[in-house]
């Protein structure tokens, strides 16, 4: 019996395997996990962006990339943006960090073009029953992106490919296209708690929380080299009324490089 297979068939019982979202929790779920919508649903489409030789290797141009196996350059984007992180905690250090540092799917930095690199962070309310959507534009095959989510446990209440067989690849198009048309099964029925899950090649995966844990929490696929090219984002929680008062002294830190200067 394989848990979590790789083939993602998920929406029936079978022998050979279960997924994640076939177990039950052995406890009590928040009943407001269990309604049919959350106060904040946030559909997250994850892919690389694959640099041309020429973009990258231009004089001066000293982006971050991976060298994947094949020879591709990749960066990752998460709704369409790079994570970078900030020059100081925000948790501690919130008013050392400009704002225009932060951005999200709603708020792009202007011109940010295709490889857009900001710290990547979506508002939550306090107490907001949240729900994501991830959904895998990479379709690497046989690659699945363990999604790991600090300062919570979420329920896993879906997950699977699209159950349209004429489409070859899902992407946030076609998830939100399901979605409208009441296709991308959520089941309440004890949903497991997890923090860390694998989602599915060319597929998607469901869960909510609720957001009772202030603070600003890292978001991000576990894979280390998958960080380092920006498959992360912030789950900011709350406001800064929420949090305790930084201590008295407490150490502070910032960017230590200077600015780097080309002559
Ligand atoms: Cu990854």
Redesign the pocket.
């Given at each position: 019996m394989v848990l979590n297979p790789l083939d993602a068939i998920c929406n029936r019982p079978r022998k050979d395997a279960v997924c994640v979202s076939q177990l039950r929790n052995a406890r009590k779920v928040d009943e407001g996990i269990l309604e049919e919508r959350p106060d904040v649903k946030i559909f997250l489409p994850f892919r690389f962006l694959f640099y041309r030789p020429e973009q990258l290797f231009r004089p001066h141009t000293y982006n971050k990339f991976l060298a994947a196996v094949g020879g591709d350059h990749v960066i990752s984007l998460i709704d369409e943006i790079s994570f970078e992180f900030p020059p100081s905690p925000p948790l501690s250090q919130i008013h050392d960090i400009p704002q225009e540092q932060f951005c999200n799917g709603d708020n792009r930095p202007a011109e940010c073009g295709n490889n857009c690199m900001c710290t990547h962070q979506v508002d939550i309310p306090l107490n907001a029953v949240v729900e994501v959507v991830l959904v895998d534009e990479v379709q690497s095959p046989n690659l699945s992106?363990p999604f790991h989510l600090h300062g919570y446990a979420f329920n896993v209440v879906g997950i699977g490919r699209s159950p349209d067989q004429n489409v070859k690849k899902i992407n946030l198009k076609h998830a939100l296209d399901l979605d409208r048309r009441g296709l991308l099964h959520r089941h309440f029925n004890l949903p497991p708690a997890k923090d860390t899950i694998a989602v599915p090649n060319n597929g998607y995966v469901i869960f909510r929380f609720r957001a009772d844990n202030p603070g600003y929490w890292l978001f991000h696929?576990h894979?280390l080299f998958?960080i380092l090219i920006g498959?992360n984002l912030i789950i900011h929680v709350g406001t800064q009324a929420d949090l305790p008062p930084v201590p008295h002294n407490f150490p502070k830190c910032g960017n230590h490089l200077p600015p780097i200067s080309f002559h």
């Amino acid at each position: 019996m394989v848990l979590n297979p790789l083939d993602a068939i998920c929406n029936r019982p079978r022998k050979d395997a279960v997924c994640v979202s076939q177990l039950r929790n052995a406890r009590k779920v928040d009943e407001g996990i269990l309604e049919e919508r959350p106060d904040v649903k946030i559909f997250l489409p994850f892919r690389f962006l694959f640099y041309r030789p020429e973009q990258l290797f231009r004089p001066h141009t000293y982006n971050k990339f991976l060298a994947a196996v094949g020879g591709d350059h990749v960066i990752s984007l998460i709704d369409e943006i790079s994570f970078e992180f900030p020059p100081s905690p925000p948790l501690s250090q919130i008013h050392d960090i400009p704002q225009e540092q932060f951005c999200n799917g709603d708020n792009r930095p202007a011109e940010c073009g295709n490889n857009c690199m900001c710290t990547h962070q979506v508002d939550i309310p306090l107490n907001a029953v949240v729900e994501v959507v991830l959904v895998d534009e990479v379709q690497s095959p046989n690659l699945s992106h363990p999604f790991h989510l600090h300062g919570y446990a979420f329920n896993v209440v879906g997950i699977g490919r699209s159950p349209d067989q004429n489409v070859k690849k899902i992407n946030l198009k076609h998830a939100l296209d399901l979605d409208r048309r009441g296709l991308l099964h959520r089941h309440f029925n004890l949903p497991p708690a997890k923090d860390t899950i694998a989602v599915p090649n060319n597929g998607y995966v469901i869960f909510r929380f609720r957001a009772d844990n202030p603070g600003y929490w890292l978001f991000h696929c576990h894979f280390l080299f998958h960080i380092l090219i920006g498959m992360n984002l912030i789950i900011h929680v709350g406001t800064q009324a929420d949090l305790p008062p930084v201590p008295h002294n407490f150490p502070k830190c910032g960017n230590h490089l200077p600015p780097i200067s080309f002559h």
